[in-house]
């Protein structure tokens, strides 16, 4: 459970803006309140990493720029469309950035690094980034033929159950694999003890 907290509050911190926003929009139906309280989570989380001189992960940078950048646009056009479709631009620029490869090892805790496999977790990551991708076209379809509260009841449901689906399933299927290779190095390292341990054989 430790290790599932570890990396659920570390994914999650990252998003929490873009979370914020369409939880608020699905909530208030206030888009314009929803950007405000986004940019300001945002902005808050890059100063906060600042000060207490945190290295920023390039998923936390590329998310406050966007939600700065769009959510002033935003703001100042007042245009219902573009705020709608702002997700799927902010949906598309994270999973380019989740293609990155290993960028999921900064969520695995120190102590379980060593038996996790970084191809699985690699893997995990295009996993991601595809999921972002979906989730950006099925957001623009929305906002382009459903209005506004078909595309409410969307972000409601679709963004954040998807991501904790996802989630679940991955950490599931991440702690079989380690759970398998720790006993598997166990297994190894028992049999180098034992054959150390067994006497040498007298030469006939």
Same mark, same amino acid.
């Given at each position: 459970m ?7 509050r570390?994914l999650f ?8 926003? %369409?939880a ?14 986004a940019?300001?989570?945002g902005?808050?989380?890059?100063a906060l990493a600042?000060?207490?001189?945190r290295?920023v992960?390039?998923?936390q940078?590329m998310? +406050? ?8 646009a ?10 709608m479709?702002?997700?799927? #631009? #902010?949906d598309f620029? #994270?999973? =380019?950035?989740m293609? *990155?490869?290993g960028?999921m090892l900064?969520?695995?805790?120190p102590?379980? %690094?060593?038996?996790v496999?970084?191809?699985?977790m690699t893997?995990?990551?295009?996993v991601?980034a595809?999921?972002m ?8 379809? +929305?906002?382009?033929f459903?209005?506004?509260? =078909?595309?409410? =009841? ?10 904790l689906?996802?989630?679940a #399933?991955?950490?599931?299927?991440v ?7 720790y006993a598997?190095?166990?297994?190894? *390292?028992?049999?180098?003890q034992?054959?150390v341990r ?5 030469p006939a």
């Amino acid at each position: 459970m430790r290790h599932f907290l570890f990396a659920l509050r570390g994914l999650f911190a990252d998003l929490a803006p873009s979370f914020l926003f %369409m939880a608020l929009v699905a909530v208030t139906h206030q888009p314009l309140l929803a950007t405000g309280v986004a940019i300001a989570v945002g902005v808050g989380q890059v100063a906060l990493a600042l000060l207490q001189r945190r290295k920023v992960s390039s998923m936390q940078w590329m998310g +406050f720029g966007l939600v700065v950048a769009m959510g002033s646009a935003t703001l100042i056009s007042h245009d219902a469309r573009f705020m709608m479709l702002k997700p799927t #631009i #902010i949906d598309f620029a #994270i999973g =380019a950035v989740m293609l *990155q490869p290993g960028w999921m090892l900064r969520y695995v805790s120190p102590d379980a %690094m060593p038996h996790v496999s970084r191809q699985t977790m690699t893997a995990w990551g295009y996993v991601w980034a595809w999921l972002m991708f979906l989730t950006g076209v099925l957001n623009a379809g +929305f906002a382009w033929f459903g209005g506004f509260a =078909a595309w409410s =009841a969307y972000t409601a449901i679709f963004p954040l159950g998807s991501k904790l689906a996802l989630f679940a #399933i991955q950490y599931a299927t991440v702690n079989v694999l380690t759970r398998r290779r720790y006993a598997a190095q166990a297994q190894v *390292q028992g049999e180098a003890q034992a054959q150390v341990r067994a006497p040498a054989r007298a030469p006939a």
